[in-house]
């Protein structure tokens, strides 16, 4: 039985525009992140969606509460959806973070992860909690159309998980873009995600 996934990334913030390592830290929507919402709500409205699923930040509920009341769903708001937790620099611009602790960034660049503060989550943590997660929602809706809203690193985490792929390798191809959509499927059969569109912007 297939299950089908539509994860879309959160829609542009105060907090990207800032270049933010935004994690459970908010910001607002900015005006063109407002349009992209518009744009993201047309492109789903004729899906057969039956369940919504966001993170517990405004950003990713503000993205697809227009979605959700077109299809008269609640939004299903889960801690395991969150960004990663970068710890004692969650909030901070990455200039500020430069000149405290240059490693993180040059680490960043190097092996496209953050690493390296204090307190934070890693990379494998957010992979497992958005694994664990995913297959739960979908375990409980074989066979349906899902949406789920969530975050750059955390969904990256997710798609590297079920296709084994190197957070170091296609960076272009799975760094997510604001609003982005990716499709994936789920087989139960043989218990597997299958990715069907990846980062997708062209809506």
Request: aromatic share 8%; with cysteine; glycine share 4%.
């Amino acid at each position: 039985m297939q299950t089908r996934i539509y994860l879309v990334r959160h829609t542009e913030t105060i907090g990207n525009i800032e270049k933010r390592l935004t994690g459970r830290e908010d910001y607002n929507i900015t005006d063109n992140g407002l349009r992209m919402v518009k744009k993201i709500t047309n492109y789903l409205r004729n899906e057969p969606i039956s369940a919504i699923y966001s993170s517990t930040s405004n950003r990713t509920f503000e993205t697809i509460k227009e979605i959700a009341k077109i299809k008269n769903l609640e939004v299903q708001r889960k801690e395991e959806l969150c960004e990663m937790y970068f710890g004692i620099y969650d909030g901070w611009k990455w200039e500020d973070v430069n000149k405290v602790n240059s490693l993180i960034h040059k680490k960043h660049i190097e092996t496209n992860e953050i690493m390296c503060i204090p307190e934070q989550e890693t990379t494998k943590q957010v992979e497992e909690r958005m694994y664990n997660e995913i297959k739960k929602i979908v375990e409980e809706k074989l066979g349906k159309t899902i949406l789920i809203c969530s975050h750059g690193v955390a969904i990256e985490a997710f798609l590297r998980a079920i296709t084994k792929e190197r957070f170091i390798d296609k960076r272009e191809e799975y760094s997510q873009h604001n609003c982005s959509v990716n499709i994936v499927e789920y087989d139960s059969k043989i218990e597997k995600f299958n990715i069907k569109l990846l980062n997708y912007i062209g809506y």
